[in-house]
């Protein structure tokens, strides 16, 4: 049952209503006003009123083609949410410090409920191509977060969670199917580490190691991105040895000061 499901019968059905029109252009990236009366089955009227709202509070914006975005407000809220996890402030040193020895762009992945996002980002000073940013969603079956994110994860889970993958072919290395990556994910937990080899953006290379609590689950994920020539001759295995050595004292880091892993999730 999901949240909505659950405020079926709320005695605030105009607040459920908001905050499903929010949810809803967060997943699509951007809605129009009968796209979104349509699919959540909410009167034109009622839209009409909610929709003026969000765009007076600036939750939401409205472009020029009339469709609807998501508004810098929510940008701004959650930046402070972020400020304020513990996981973010326990692992930034040592992003830095990676991004130091790498010379590669740091990320920090974390899942928030079926989404994963980043929720910290260190630029690396020699970095060329800008394509994220700390909020980012990040796609499982494309991106190295995200495939480390849902491996250490039970059989069934991973397939509710990447029952919504939709496989576009981006590049010729993309994974286009369900089957494929399922068998990709256990190459990666085995291997304790993940790659997305120009299956996103060709000419960029990303990898990724998780953070295990004490339970050993897996709380987070810490990857490295570059452009596919800064892992040339050799510098592949260095980064690699690099990733996986700062995964683990983050680990150790986290565990041996007992953080409150409740707030890890926003």
Not at 57 to 85: C, H, M, P, S, W
Not at 139 to 162: D, Y
Not at 203 to 229: H, R, T
Request: net charge negative; aromatic share 6%.
């Amino acid at each position: 049952m999901n949240i909505f499901q659950q405020l079926e019968h709320s005695k605030a059905p105009a607040a459920v209503r908001l905050v499903m029109i929010i949810d809803y252009i967060a997943k699509h990236d951007e809605a129009s006003f009968t796209e979104i009366c349509t699919d959540l089955s909410i009167p034109k009227s009622s839209v009409h009123h909610l929709l003026e709202v969000l765009v007076v509070t600036q939750l939401l914006r409205q472009r020029a083609d009339g469709r609807y975005v998501l508004g810098l407000r929510l940008f701004e809220l959650g930046g402070l949410v972020i400020k304020n996890i513990d996981l973010r402030k326990d692992t930034i040193n040592f992003m830095h410090e990676l991004v130091k020895e790498t010379e590669l762009t740091c990320h920090l992945g974390i899942m928030d409920g079926d989404n994963g996002f980043f929720l910290s980002k260190v630029e690396s000073p020699k970095a060329i191509v800008k394509t994220s940013w700390e909020g980012k969603k990040i796609v499982f079956n494309r991106m190295s977060l995200g495939k480390v994110l849902v491996a250490w994860l039970p059989q069934e889970r991973i397939e509710s969670l990447i029952a919504d993958c939709t496989f576009e072919y981006l590049t010729p290395r993309t994974i286009t199917n369900k089957e494929d990556f399922l068998q990709h994910l256990k190459i990666v937990k085995e291997q304790g580490w993940a790659i997305d080899d120009g299956e996103d953006i060709e000419e960029i290379c990303c990898m990724a190691a998780p953070i295990f609590n004490q339970n050993g689950e897996v709380i987070a994920a810490i990857g490295v991105n570059g452009m596919q020539s800064q892992y040339a001759n050799g510098k592949k295995e260095k980064h690699l040895a690099s990733l996986i050595k700062t995964s683990k004292a983050i680990t150790a880091h986290i565990n041996s000061r007992n953080i409150d892993l409740s707030l890890i999730h926003i």
